[in-house]
């Protein structure tokens, strides 16, 4: 049974940071691409970062570039996501992906975690 799981949400103030991580099994995602995206109330599902499990070649999106940090760590089977400088609109439920390819659609990813709520107060 395949399953991602995510930790490391919580409430930060502006300006600050937290960690997030995603714990898989159940299969091998060596030749998977892991992914980030994030969910506000009433907006449609958005990404954040990738990163492929096998070479390590990290993409991001603009907004959050300089800001965040992808990585993984293959001897643990995590992927994390650094959260640096942490504004009130980077407030959503935080979900963890993997797919086969590269894509920014949300749509194309086959293995999802259950989220975790990141709230960043003014």
């Known amino acids: 049974q395949v399953q991602l799981v995510e930790s490391g949400g919580g409430l930060v103030q502006a300006g600050g940071s937290l960690r997030l991580s995603c714990v898989v099994s159940?299969?091998?995602?060596?030749?998977?691409?892991m992914a980030w995206f994030r969910q506000a109330p009433g907006k449609e599902r958005e990404f954040v970062a990738a990163i492929r499990w096998n070479g390590g070649s990290t993409y991001y999106a603009d907004s959050m570039k300089g800001r965040f940090t992808i990585s993984r760590d293959n001897a643990k089977n995590t992927m994390s996501l650094q959260l640096n400088s942490l504004k009130p609109e980077d407030t959503a439920v935080y979900y963890c992906?993997?797919?086969?390819?590269?894509?920014?659609?949300?749509?194309?990813?086959?293995?999802w975690g259950q989220g975790t709520q990141v709230t960043v107060s003014s």
């Open positions: 159940g299969r091998t995602f060596s030749s998977y691409v």
């Open positions: 992906a993997a797919g086969l390819m590269y894509v920014r659609d949300y749509r194309r990813y086959t293995y």
